[in-house]
């Protein structure tokens, strides 16, 4: 396995534990622990933040799969899903924010769920590509 296949898969493993984190551990804790308008505070900090590494990591992956001689298919798409789909969910966040602040319910459920949905797929892809 050469350096950036090896770089690649680190990079991908940061992206799953990221997610991991953010999904698993930190925000039960928020939404348990935190008064409604503090989480909001946290919530509108910290997933903008999350979808922009994540995206810059994907980024730093589409490069890396670019100049690799012994390029992998698998880890080319998987750093084009890593870098767009957080880039949409960046992009969706004002919108999510204004559904949430006007009580547009049906729009800020479409919105999460989409959000979601994205980084759901970027998760798996970044797992799966490891062993295709």
């Not at 991908?12 to 991991?20: A, C, D, N, T």
């Not at 984190?21 to 925000?27: E, I, K, M, R, W």
């Not at 505070?41 to 589409?62: N, V």
């Not at 998987?78 to 009580?103: H, K, Q, R, W």
Request: some cysteine; overall charge positive; aromatic content about 12%.
């Amino acid at each position: 396995m050469n350096l950036m296949t090896t770089l690649h898969l680190l990079l991908s493993g940061i992206v799953v534990g990221l997610i991991f984190f953010q999904t698993a551990l930190s925000a039960p804790i928020i939404f348990k622990h935190l008064a409604k308008d503090q989480s909001s505070i946290y919530i509108r900090k910290i997933f903008p933040k999350l979808f922009a590494i994540i995206a810059i990591i994907g980024a730093i992956c589409f490069t890396m799969q670019l100049s690799n001689r012994g390029m992998n298919q698998m880890g080319l798409v998987a750093s084009i899903i890593t870098f767009t789909l957080p880039i949409i969910c960046y992009l969706m966040v004002p919108a999510t924010n204004e559904a949430t602040d006007s009580g547009n319910t049906k729009k800020f459920k479409q919105l999460h769920m989409l959000s979601v949905f994205f980084i759901v797929v970027v998760f798996i892809s970044n797992i799966l590509w490891c062993f295709l």
